[in-house]
């Protein structure tokens, strides 16, 4: 399939909408009200910083809603407000955060369901309207959904657009995409479905077993069975790693992609020699701005003396996990929730460590003077880290 050709003749459609609808006037006051905060405006006007009694909070300096976020939100809205007779379904998730998302159950905007992996179109009709979320859908899904007649509303964050075209650049060159990402999240699966040949490569470990196979060989059966999950259909590795470029899932760690898009680099120039490196090795920043400086912003704040750390976002939102890992590698004690109502009642809280589900600590917050460190993920809204801050102030004050 002709991909690119596919999404130009997309872009052209009557029934397809990537922009909002014309009532940004009236949707933003909705989503001030729900989900800004003035407590948290404060905080950023007084360096980030907010004492309480016994309680310091020190904010990172880059945190919550990013941009794409934002304007995947304010589309849904539109949306409703512009059918507001018309079915409206969501492929997957609008953002990787709960309240969000029955925010918008409630306003009667229903969730395509997942069964054994698979989404269900078969309740979507040609009248209905559907919207792509900010990480995308595949190919795949969007052909299904322009046959059936539907009008598509695309919420796609334009970063992760951007991969795609980088996608489509290793196709047109015959390169193997290496994307770093996870290979079940939802924009892995969309920005894979661009690809001709992919391979899903989770973390620097996995990249150098690539990297190793392509310089030593090794163990065809082993390599599938260590990918078989993570590559494109009738991927062979003896074959289809002889060029290659780099792709990533936007919401991974700039430095862990950076790092492993060198060791391609060294890896290809190596085998090939300079001469040739282009001919065999592709890559392009596509590193989203949002993310890099809520991890930067980050970084900087766990240089301070911090007793603490909560980092407020969804589960499953890949970029907040990300920021939780930075305090752990720093023996800062570390508590992701994913809204303030995992706080108490009295002095618990009930986490997710990396890695590991659900956990309830108790006296987590200790006795005395604290300084209690507070990011959120870039699909998490202001009021939701706002929420966090006065549980804890109240827990502290008890």
Same mark, same amino acid.
């Given at each position: ?40 405006? /404060? ?37 409703? /407000? ?24 409630? !306003? ?95 973390? !620097? ?86 993310? /890099? ?15 603490? !750390? ?18 752990? /590698? ?69």
């Amino acid at each position: 399939m002709d991909t690119k050709a596919f999404k130009r003749s997309l872009h052209h459609s009557e029934n397809y909408h990537r922009k909002g609808f014309g009532y940004e006037a009236e949707v933003s006051g909705v989503l001030k009200s729900e989900y800004e905060s003035n407590l948290i405006k /404060q905080i950023r006007e007084n360096n980030y910083t907010l004492r309480q009694g016994d309680v310091t909070i020190r904010l990172a300096e880059a945190f919550g809603f990013c941009w794409g976020v934002e304007r995947a939100v304010t589309m849904a809205y539109e949306t409703r /407000q512009h059918f507001p007779n018309q079915r409206i379904w969501i492929t997957y998730e609008i953002i990787h955060n709960p309240s969000v998302n029955q925010r918008l159950r409630e !306003m009667q905007v229903e969730f395509i369901s997942v069964e054994s992996g698979k989404k269900d179109f078969s309740v979507v009709a040609a009248n209905d309207v559907v919207i792509l979320p900010a990480f995308g859908a595949s190919v795949q899904e969007m052909q299904l959904l322009n046959e059936l007649g539907c009008t598509i509303v695309d919420t796609t964050c334009p970063w992760v657009s951007k991969v795609w075209n980088t996608v489509e650049k290793h196709k047109k060159r015959s390169c193997t995409s290496i994307i770093h990402g996870k290979y079940n999240h939802a924009e892995t699966i969309a920005t894979s479905s661009f690809a001709d040949k992919y391979l899903v490569v989770l973390n !620097m470990e996995q990249a150098e077993y690539v990297c190793n196979y392509i310089l030593n060989g090794g163990n065809h059966d082993e390599f599938m069975a260590k990918f078989v999950s993570a590559c494109s259909v009738g991927f062979h590795p003896d074959k289809d790693l002889e060029q290659v470029g780099i792709a990533n899932q936007t919401t991974m760690l700039k430095s862990e992609t950076e790092e492993i898009g060198k060791l391609f680099e060294r890896t290809m120039l190596k085998k090939y020699g300079p001469i040739e490196l282009n001919q065999h090795f592709q890559s392009f920043n596509t590193i989203c701005d949002a993310t /890099q400086e809520r991890q930067d912003a980050m970084f900087k704040l766990v240089q301070e003396k911090l007793d603490l !750390m909560v980092v407020i976002g969804g589960f499953n939102s890949s970029n907040t996990t990300h920021l939780q890992e930075i305090p752990i /590698q720093r023996s800062i004690p570390s508590y992701h929730i994913d809204s303030a109502d995992r706080i108490g009642p009295g002095n618990r809280i009930q986490h997710k460590p990396l890695g590991r589900d659900l956990e309830i600590v108790e006296n987590w917050l200790p006795e005395g003077p604290i300084v209690v460190g507070i990011t959120s993920g870039a699909s998490t809204p202001d009021k939701a880290v706002e929420d966090a801050i006065e549980k804890i102030f109240e827990l502290k004050a008890g």
